[in-house]
């Protein structure tokens, strides 16, 4: 009797070892889908991104950086004096009325400054521009854990997916 207990016991430590390589096994297997989807979705957001900056960059020349103008190649923004905001849901389709559903924002945000601070970085080429010129602010924003619209660039990097600078110039000359 005892060698048929032995026997028993033996294999109960077997199934309980196999029983929890396989939770183990599984355990990992849910942790890299969940690391895989995540990683899906924040390359999804980051192309659609950067499709949308680079629509906003094209307007901003398109229109030598005139807000109004912008906001009316773009018809479901809303637009201030200096910004142009577009909101989108999860899928990166256009919302036409309500931020409530909104999961990202594109921001464009546009100011006249001295084309001679601008682009002062010219000067070591023997030239330099005088006058005004437009520079824009463009960023895309994941705004799933807020309720509101954000108007200006947010100084917290967290939620900015993409961002950089456009600009033109306006009535500017170059002076030697």
């Known amino acids: 009797m005892p060698e048929n207990n032995s026997r028993t016991s033996l294999f109960l430590m077997e199934l309980i070892i196999a029983v929890f390589f396989f939770s ?9 889908f969940v690391g895989a989807h995540k990683l899906t979705e924040k390359s999804t957001a980051l192309s659609n991104a950067t499709i949308w900056s680079q629509n906003l960059a094209e307007a901003f020349y398109e229109c030598n950086g005139v807000i ?19 909101l989108f ?12 559903d909104a999961s990202y924002e594109a921001l464009l945000v546009a100011e006249k400054v ?27 924003l994941n705004v799933k854990e ?18 950089y ?8 000359k170059e002076a030697k």
């Open 68 to 86: 109004p103008k912008i906001a009316e190649m773009f018809p479901y923004s809303s637009a201030s004096e200096d910004a142009v905001i577009l």
């Open 146 to 163: 807020t309720n509101e619209v954000i108007s200006s660039i947010p100084e917290n990097k967290d939620i900015i997916i993409i961002s």
């Open 114 to 140: 001295d084309a001679a601070t601008l682009y002062s970085d010219i000067k070591k080429y023997g030239t330099s521009y005088s006058g005004k010129a437009i520079k824009g602010n463009i960023a895309i």
């Open 89 to 100: 849901d999860e899928e990166w389709n256009v919302l036409q009325d309500t931020h409530s």
């Open 24 to 32: 183990l096994a599984a355990a990992v297997s849910i942790r890299l």
């Open 165 to 172: 600078s456009v600009d033109t110039p306006l009535d500017t």
